[in-house]
Nanobody, 122 residues
């Protein structure tokens, strides 16, 4: 399975972006799909996850970000609204076949995209 993330860019605070993650090689419709991010000098952190219509978010993005998936297109999206400078990071999409209970653990994700840079700055 290959994951291709896209949609990052440079935006001003308060703006929106939508990240996409397209999977190829096999369907991941039954898997957990997650987004993680890594800011300069910091560890990779959980952002959001989805499986079978159920979603979960990090506290820092809840109410501002929304994860969704289109199984027909084998694609996962991360809609990011009201972006803040603290959201600046490289964003990675990932796929996991583990149970939902470990969705926030990056070590439980086997498939990873290459990352897309999001910079929020005025």
């Amino acid at each position: 399975v290959q994951l291709q993330a896209s949609g990052g860019g440079l935006v001003q605070p308060g703006a929106s972006l939508r990240l996409s993650c397209a999977a190829s090689g096999r369907t991941l419709s039954g898997s957990i799909m997650g987004w993680f991010r890594q800011a300069p000098g910091k560890e990779r952190e959980f952002v959001a996850a989805i499986r079978s219509g159920v979603t979960d978010y990090a506290h820092s993005v809840k109410g501002r970000f929304a994860i969704s998936r289109d199984n027909a297109k084998n694609t996962v999206y991360l809609q990011m609204n009201s972006l803040e400078p603290e959201d600046t990071a490289v964003y990675f999409c990932a796929g996991s076949t583990f149970i939902w209970g470990v969705r926030q653990d990056s070590n439980k994700y086997y498939y990873w995209g290459q990352g897309t840079l999001v910079t929020v700055s005025s």
